[in-house]
């Protein structure tokens, strides 16, 4: 049974930090492209950051570019998120998700979701 289960969510105030956490089981996950994704209240839920197999290669929203690092421990089964420099905008419900297949994509690519935890950052 594929489980993906996130933490590290919480309230900070603007500039500050958080890492979130996901503890993946129940399928291969050094062989699948993992990734972040968000939403807020009455929009949709976007991309924040991916990383392939490996760990090298990722890729990263614009609106979290330079401020986000995504990392992953293949012998832990632990897919992580630094998130520095926080804004009120980043304020949303963060999921952890795993691709079908080594490759990325797009949202379609992405079959299994944790329930996500909840980031809010105040101004």
């Known amino acids: 049974q594929v489980q993906l289960v996130e933490s590290g969510g919480g309230s900070v105030q603007a500039g500050g930090s958080l890492r979130l956490s996901c503890a993946a089981s129940g399928f291969t996950y050094s062989s699948r492209c993992m990734g972040w994704f968000?939403?807020?209240?009455?929009?949709?839920?976007?991309?924040?950051?991916?990383?392939?197999?490996?760990?090298?290669?990722?890729?990263?929203?614009?609106?979290?570019?330079?401020?986000?690092?995504?990392?992953?421990?293949?012998?832990?089964?632990?897919?992580?998120?630094?998130?520095?420099s926080l804004k009120p905008e980043d304020t949303a419900m963060y999921y952890c998700a795993a691709s079908r297949t080594s490759w990325c994509g797009s949202i379609k690519?992405?079959?299994?979701?944790?329930?996500?935890?909840?980031?809010?950052?105040?101004?």
């Open 38 to 84: 968000r939403q807020a209240p009455e929009k949709e839920r976007e991309g924040v950051a991916y990383i392939y197999t490996g760990g090298s290669n990722t890729y990263y929203s614009d609106s979290v570019k330079g401020r986000f690092t995504i990392s992953r421990d293949n012998a832990k089964n632990m897919l992580y998120l630094q998130m520095n």
């Open 109 to 123: 690519s992405f079959a299994y979701w944790g329930q996500g935890t909840q980031v809010t950052v105040s101004s």
